[in-house]
């Protein structure tokens, strides 16, 4: 009797025992089970360092199950942030079960923002509870990480025929794989195109994983006549409201273009030897840069004169046209024909000329001289036929 009981306290014992064992298991797999659809929100880098006025973008992966909604709770005053999906921007995700989605939070600094140690927040909320995640972003002068262009030689000269051939790499500083739009803001008539570099085919956008990189040659074509100067071309790579710039300078050094001609164009001219002509001749400067101390000259035939009034043109802006007369002398000896004068117009960086075919007629007094000797000859011939034809 006394062992039955004492076997029952036992065995009472031993129940006891299991059934604490068996609700402690049963506590640590609830627990593993509800973390297993726990919610988790994080990213690789929750703390970099950026410049003052730059874009940074935070990689965020969610992890649970179902419908989970972001927002950002706790930004710097003057800062802005929010998150991106696709390049929208959004405040859900989907995540399915035993998988993952992805998102970004992209934060714009101020180009004023002091040095120091800034804090955000973003919160994950849905069916496996809530996530915070807490970043910071050191300001510091010295900082990259965001995406940029840097181009070797950034300024360039030359005439406005040239084309202007910049090589810049185009760095993807962020932790996902992005696609670029590539553009330009040039000055009206200016072309801009960019080509891979060492390859001929133009390209308007390209894909790069993260923390890649991409040579690139950007042209620049200046339009015809640009006058000289300095003129600023922005490169630019977008994706989404992120834009990596650089800043490049062509500096036009001027072309001279000088061009001579009359105002309709004939290059001939009617004169009477001996007698002073005019003719009106238009000089242009069809060059990008200015031209100064224009002098005209002239190549006539022997014992001819010729003079311009002006004779020097002290400044001939670019685009710009001044007319000058050229007064031209023939030879009182010349004959009746047609003679060349070339004039000529030289500056001291170009210089052009034009041929003017002259064509002289003789003197309207030689003409009446030459009639009266006719006239006396038919009449001498006529009174001596009288005279002597009766004979």
Known sequence: MLKQLEFKGLSSRKVKKLAVIFFILCFILCETAYAANALVLYTPYPGISAQPGS?????????????????VTSVPSGWTAGIYG????????????????????RVKIPSDAKSGSYSLSVKASGAG??????????IDDDAGGADKIEV?????SGPDTASFSFRGTLYNNSGR??????????????????KPAYQSNQITSLSLEAGKSQDLDIIVQPPKGVKAGKYTITAAAVYGSEVA??????????????ELSTPSGRLNQDLTAGKKGALTLELENSGSANLQGI???????????VTFEPNTIEMLKSGEKKQVTAFITPSAKAIAGDYMVTINATAAETSDSADIRTTIHT???????????IIGVVAWVVTTFRKYGRR
């Open 245 to 258: 710039k650089a800043e490049l300078e062509v500096v036009i050094s001027g072309t001279y273009r000088l």
């Open 86 to 105: 696709n390049g929208m921007r959004i405040h859900r995700v989907y995540v399915p079960s035993d998988d993952a989605a992805e998102a970004e939070l």
């Open 55 to 71: 874009n940074i973008t935070f990689p965020l992966t969610v992890k649970g199950s179902g419908f989970v909604d972001l927002e």
């Open 177 to 194: 794989p992005r696609f670029y739009s590539l553009g330009a803001d040039a000055p009206e008539g200016w072309q801009v195109s960019f």
């Open 152 to 156: 070797q030689y950034p300024s360039l």
């Open 363 to 373: 003197s309207t007094l030689w003409g009446l001289v030459g009639v009266v000797i």
């Open 129 to 138: 509870g809530t996530a915070n995640l807490p970043l910071s972003i050191r």
């Open 295 to 305: 002098n005209l000259s002239a190549t006539a035939p022997s014992g001819w004169t």
